[in-house]
């Protein structure tokens, strides 16, 4: 952490005082088919159709093994600045991060998961605050753009 202002925050918002995934929980894995939206309007769920809660961006079926989907779905989350990696469940092919803004140093959460059948789901939600501004939906909007350059014809 650097800067006044993330010392600054970080009196009423503790995690801002740390780097990657100081000061948050530990990850555990996310069950997304039993997946409970916030309340607060601070997240994004890119998942693909017929899931129980409605997604946020619709995401569809890969034509590649899905060990290779999330290799590649990892080295692009892997690739974004100010990410970290917070935990891996390789069983699960689902990994999770912390992604943290560049002037305040607020944490967001991303948790996103390959299904067997190569479907991508990502859910990523902020620490703080009410609203987002749209952050949490143009990450995963971009990762998911970077996956189809990634990847093409899949």
Not at 115 to 132: A, I, K, N, Q, W
């Amino acid at each position: 952490m650097t800067g006044s202002l993330p010392r600054l925050l970080a009196r009423f918002y503790p995690a801002c005082a740390f780097d990657g995934a100081g000061g948050l929980p530990e990850a555990a894995p996310l069950d997304f088919t039993a997946l409970k939206r916030p309340r607060a309007k601070n997240a994004c769920l890119a998942a693909p159709p017929g899931m129980h809660v409605q997604p946020d961006i619709l995401t569809r079926l890969r034509h590649v093994p899905p060990l290779k989907l999330f290799a590649a779905l990892r080295a692009i989350v892997e690739a974004t600045p100010r990410t970290t990696l917070q935990a891996v469940y390789g069983d699960l092919m689902q990994a999770h991060y912390v992604c943290r803004s560049a002037r305040c140093n607020f944490p967001d959460l991303v948790a996103m998961q390959v299904t067997p059948d190569s479907m991508p789901l990502l859910f990523s939600r902020s620490v703080y605050g009410e609203l987002d501004f749209g952050v949490n939906r143009q990450r995963l909007v971009a990762w998911l753009t970077a996956l189809d350059t990634a990847l093409p014809n899949s």
